[in-house]
């Protein structure tokens, strides 16, 4: 059974940073694309980022282009999300997530196009 699972959420005033982390129990996850998301309460779940396979391909939500950065891995089995000058309104659970397959190239930012979700970090910023 595929796991997969997050950690490094806490609460942190504005302009903070924090990293967070997605380990996953199946090796063949390496060769997948991974992404994070996050749902803020009383909203969706919406995209945050994802990184390709190899690293060498990544793509941000408009909110957090250039404060955050999305990396990975593969010998540790775990992608990260380096989160820098953090806003209020970054306040969500935070959840890491992988298709069910080897995915083509390109934007992948719905919530159907991935299948295993982690159980989720809370992350809190306040003012």
Not at 41 to 47: A, S
Not at 85 to 107: F, H, Q, W
Not at 111 to 117: A, F, G, I, T, V
């Amino acid at each position: 059974q595929v796991q997969l699972v997050e950690s490094g959420g806490g609460s942190v005033q504005a302009g903070n940073s924090l990293r967070l982390s997605c380990v996953v129990s199946d090796r063949t996850l390496n060769t997948y694309t991974m992404a994070w998301f996050r749902q803020a309460p009383g909203k969706d779940r919406e995209f945050v980022a994802h990184i390709s396979w190899t690293g060498g391909s990544t793509y941000y939500a408009s909110s957090v282009k250039g404060r955050f950065t999305i990396s990975r891995d593969n010998s540790k089995r775990t992608t990260y999300l380096q989160m820098n000058n953090l806003k209020p309104e970054d306040t969500a659970v935070y959840y890491c997530a992988a298709p069910s397959r080897v995915m083509n190239t390109g934007i992948l930012d719905l919530e159907s196009d991935y299948h295993y979700w982690g159980q989720g970090t809370r992350v809190t910023v306040s003012s």
